[in-house]
């Protein structure tokens, strides 16, 4: 069942019925300022970071989910409406959610009126503006009474949500024509208020949420809607809101706009006050006036879309599949700007207060956007690095807002130090831009040990081959990868986390071959970036450890049909043929197989079948099989699931392109796409009712095989899901790849595909590249010509000159 569809010429998912199978939710905002939003406007607001600079208040895991957000109550006689059906749930004539780029636009329609909300942070921009165009489509006229809503929350999300002994009595608001301020703690340490503004004349306000709603009162109900009279409450303490009332009077066929700005400022310490205890209104006010009439939000609107059109034009793929293109076009490469900006942080799986961003998450996130923002991908590289410690280790996460390094979600994972080679070399070879690696980059944020980021590639490099274990394979510390194989922690106590609960590594033989062939990909990546910087005495020192590292891999991390996961505490095998359960496992035969390790003795062929064959089902490639069907004290949380979920034989949908990529370096073309289409959201629109979320997001997690429910999707959004399925699709499959010295052309596709064409701005020129595969193979380039001049090789070289060259690809 579908509950909207796809509008691919305006790159929006339409949402139809707004009863989704769970909130299907957008994001507002690029850069500082970001609010989530539902398909019923629910959501919340936040600068930054969703931790500190929580704007607006949300209420995670409620009871109905998604309660709270912006809303917008209309009281039309006695009836009261929501547009976006939700909080009031009144009947809606129709209803329709356009989820777009970075905006959206819900209308509900009632009783011959109609109303359209738009959302959207404008670029450059601190604040969310909300445009609400009313419409008298009847013949008589028609006076409405209408109350926006906002909660604020008390800047600190987690102490908004456990601390009401203090909390109940520090709200602060100021009011000033139409503009209500938010300006708790102002009075000491903050230097930022936020506010709510609409650009005409009020006929009251209410700042007091009790008084508002009435105190047993929901979101469905509010007291002064229901009287139809505001009551221009100010809170002191409790709960402050931001409630406007105004009073629109529409003739037939008449439309008014009115423009709602939700915005966030902060003043210098000394410019905080315009007289005592009057906050410094400066900046509300000159934001306020940038958006104060709909043609000025509508000019602010298109300049959003212009942005996004430049950014979705520099890959764009014609390949007649329309599931696969809109895919690839728009919904993929949105996808990566999302969890680029926000990590693992604020979804609607993702509280905005346990997690930052990730040291390995936002180096795989970056693979999947460099090639749009090349410039905010090196500084975030640069940011990345900086927590690194100087013998190469690095903290798991930081705090968008102070970028400094935290253990919150623990520390110690041996395979974290190896992504910022990847993020590192995907940048240059998008950009060219070596001199990244001359930047002095601290460690541990403190600058008087800073080094270049050459260096910190070089210690990330020799972590792993300081850390190796009893055979010789990368030990695997707290955890690699998977975040939930905690082989050294063996924990009994239900109240302590499997991420921060103390180690026992002391004695430990627990080792990673999943590690081991991550080392060998991006070991070999750091040899070329050596070899490319002149630095040969370095390649050929890293190449003996590579090379080792193979050979370490075949004699030890070989089970005979597929490659082992890895090594326990106690130096026992892990996803091997003699375990009971968890025989085999996705990652390291994943990693294995995209080194192509013992390629030539036909060990990947053995691996991709045995893949095949135990791990995937109709919904994906499962984690491992047979599912853990009890606790392993020695396996820590990968088995507290139940089965067929999560890291417990769930499909981990961020795997799954691991395979894939495996499967083209093997030449199977017709599996990776298989692959590719069992997992991608486009393609499971008809199941939405099963698969639950989003059907233009990636989720992180779809339920296995042995699941209750299987093909049941969870954590919809932020995961290194969306960049690595980019990657994989475009770099590997349709196998248009950045290089150093040019585009390298390899795809590897079924071999029934005819043709297709890419366009592929790189490097200063604008590639137009056709494919076409009349031999019907899967892999292997018979021709390659430019502008229509043969080239010897499959790399088309760099013009760097602004201008148009023609690609033409011969398979065979
Ligand atoms: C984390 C990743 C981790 C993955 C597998 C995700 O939730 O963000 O860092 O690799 O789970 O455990």
Redesign the pocket.
């Known amino acids: 069942m579908k509950f909207g569809h796809f509008d691919d010429a305006g790159r929006e998912y339409v949402i139809t019925n707004p009863r989704t199978p769970w909130p299907w939710i957008n994001y507002l905002g690029n850069e500082d300022f970001f609010s989530l939003i539902s398909n019923t406007a629910g959501g919340y607001s936040f600068y930054k970071d969703a931790k500190f600079r929580r704007i607006t208040r949300y209420r995670y895991n409620n009871v109905p989910m998604d309660s709270g957000g912006r809303y917008f109550y209309i009281k039309d006689g006695d009836t009261v409406w929501s547009p976006g059906w939700k909080p009031c749930k009144t009947d809606l004539d129709s209803y329709e959610c356009r989820h777009g780029m970075n905006y959206t636009r819900i209308t509900g329609e009632k009783d011959g009126i109609k109303a359209e909300t738009l959302f959207f942070v404008p670029l450059k921009t601190w604040a969310e503006v909300q445009k609400l165009t009313l419409t008298n489509n009847t013949s008589k006229t028609r006076k409405l009474k209408i109350f926006s809503f906002a909660e604020w929350c008390l800047w600190n999300a987690a102490t908004d949500m456990e601390n009401f002994q203090r909390n109940f009595s520090t709200g602060e608001v100021e009011t000033e024509g139409s503009v209500i301020y938010h300006k708790t703690e102002y009075k000491e340490r903050r230097n930022h208020y936020a506010y709510y503004s609409v650009n005409v004349p009020i006929s009251g306000f209410d700042t007091d949420r009790e008084t508002f709603f009435g105190l047993y009162n929901g979101f469905d109900e509010p007291r002064v809607v229901l009287e139809g009279r505001a009551r221009n409450s100010e809170a002191h303490g409790w709960s402050p809101i931001a409630s406007h009332y105004l009073e629109v009077e529409l003739k037939p066929g008449e439309s008014e706009d009115l423009v709602f700005v939700l915005g966030y400022v902060e003043n210098i310490q000394e410019g905080k006050w315009e007289s005592k205890n009057i906050i410094n209104k400066k900046k509300a006010k000159e934001t306020i006036a940038r958006f104060d009439t709909a043609p000025k939000v509508d000019a602010a609107l298109e300049d959003l879309r212009n942005y996004w059109d430049n950014l979705l034009s520099i890959f764009t793929i014609d390949s007649g599949e329309k599931k696969l293109d809109r895919m690839v076009n728009i919904w993929n490469q949105y996808q990566c700007m999302i969890t680029f900006c926000f990590s693992?942080s604020a979804s609607f799986f993702e509280s905005g207060i346990g997690?930052g961003m990730?040291f390995?998450?936002s180096n795989q996130d970056l693979i999947g956007f460099v090639h749009q923002i090349p410039d905010r991908a090196r500084e975030r590289i640069i940011d990345i690095a900086s927590t690194q410690f100087p013998d190469g280790g690095c903290y798991h996460q930081y705090q968008p807002l102070n970028k400094r390094g935290n253990n919150d979600i623990g520390g110690g994972f041996n395979d974290d130090p190896m992504w910022l080679i990847l993020g590192t070399t995907s940048y240059i070879k998008e950009t060219g831009d070596f001199s990244i690696l001359d930047e002095q980059v601290p460690f541990d944020n403190d600058m008087s040990v800073a080094r270049s980021l050459f260096d910190h590639l070089t210690v990330s490099f020799d972590h792993v081959i300081n850390n190796l274990g009893p055979h010789g394979l990368p030990l695997i510390g707290r955890?690699d990868?998977?975040?939930?194989l905690n082989l050294n922690c063996f924990s009994e106590d239900p109240d302590e986390s499997f991420q921060t609960t103390e180690n026992k590594t002391e004695g430990s033989r627990a080792e990673s071959v999943m590690i081991a062939g991550l080392f060998v990909v991006y070991g070999r990546d750091y040899i070329e970036l050596c070899r490319k910087t002149g630095r040969q005495d370095e390649a050929e020192r890293a190449s003996r450890h590579v090379n080792e590292m193979i050979v370490t891999i075949k004699k030890h991390g070989w089970d005979g049909g597929w490659f082992l996961r890895a090594y326990d505490f106690f130096g026992n095998k892990v996803g091997s043929k003699d375990n009971e359960e968890g025989k085999i496992f996705i990652e390291s035969n994943g990693w294995c197989t995209m080194a192509g390790i013992g390629s030539d003795e036909g060990l990947c062929k053995k691996a991709l079948d045995a893949v095949k064959e135990r791990l995937d089902c109709s919904h994906g490639i499962v984690l491992n099989n047979p599912a853990f069907t009890k606790y392993y004290i020695e396996y820590g949380e990968i088995s507290s699931y139940p089965v067929g979920y999560k890291?417990n034989a769930g499909v981990?949908c961020?795997n799954n392109p691991w395979i894939m990529i495996g499967e083209t370096v093997a030449g199977n073309g017709g599996r990776a796409w298989k692959y590719y289409r069992k997992i991608c959201p486009s393609y499971l629109e008809d199941i939405s009712e099963l698969h639950k979320t989003e059907p233009y997001v990636y989720s992180?997690m779809i339920a296995g095989k042995d699941a209750f429910n299987p093909g049941e999707a969870k954590?919809s959004w932020l995961?290194?899901t969306a960049a690595w399925n980019f990657y994989a699709v475009t770099q590997y499959i349709l196998g248009i790849r950045p290089g150093y010295d040019g585009l390298i052309i390899d795809p590897c596709i079924p071999e029934d595909w005819k043709s297709y064409r890419v366009t592929r701005k790189f490097r200063g020129s604008i590639y137009h590249i056709e494919v076409t595969n009349p031999a019907s193979v899967s892999k292997g380039v018979k021709e390659v010509s430019v502008d229509g001049e043969i080239i010897k090789s499959n790399v088309v070289p760099l013009f760097e000159d602004g201008e148009n060259h023609t690609v033409k690809v011969i398979l065979g």
């Open positions: 693992r997690r990730g390995r998450d955890a990868w998977n975040d939930c890291e981990f961020h992180q954590n995961t290194g």
